[in-house]
């Protein structure tokens, strides 16, 4: 006779409320082109009021606006941004395709 597996109690989280994510996997987004034009998105991170953060090639502009303000307020501040950079940066752009049109624009003018 074979004997079943007995069934162990399912895991409380450690924080009521919040999922259980042990044994779980965090996988990062690919970052081939934020490491090629690192020096780019360094300076508009700068632009942005960060001085550091975690990019990778689905990081959205916006990412870094306040979520709070009204849309009014995130498209005055994508204006000003776009005005600094001198090429476009539209609602939803990456920051790796913003950081693509300042390289090219910078190489353009030598």
Do not use: C
Not at 35 to 52: A, M, T
Request: glycine fraction near 6%; avoid cysteine; proline fraction near 5%.
């Amino acid at each position: 006779m074979v004997e079943k597996r007995r069934e162990h109690p399912k895991r409380r989280s450690q924080h009521p409320g919040f999922p259980d994510f042990r044994g779980k996997k965090f996988i990062l987004a690919s970052q081939i082109n934020v490491k090629r034009l690192q020096p780019y998105i360094d300076r508009i991170l700068e632009l942005l009021g960060f001085s550091d953060a975690l990019v990778t090639d689905k990081t959205y502009v916006t990412d870094f606006l306040f979520w709070k303000d009204p849309k009014e307020i995130k498209e005055q501040q994508l204006q000003a941004l776009a005005e600094q950079l001198g090429v476009a940066v539209g609602w939803d752009d990456y920051l790796y395709e913003v950081a693509d049109r300042l390289r090219v624009k910078e190489e353009a003018n030598g």
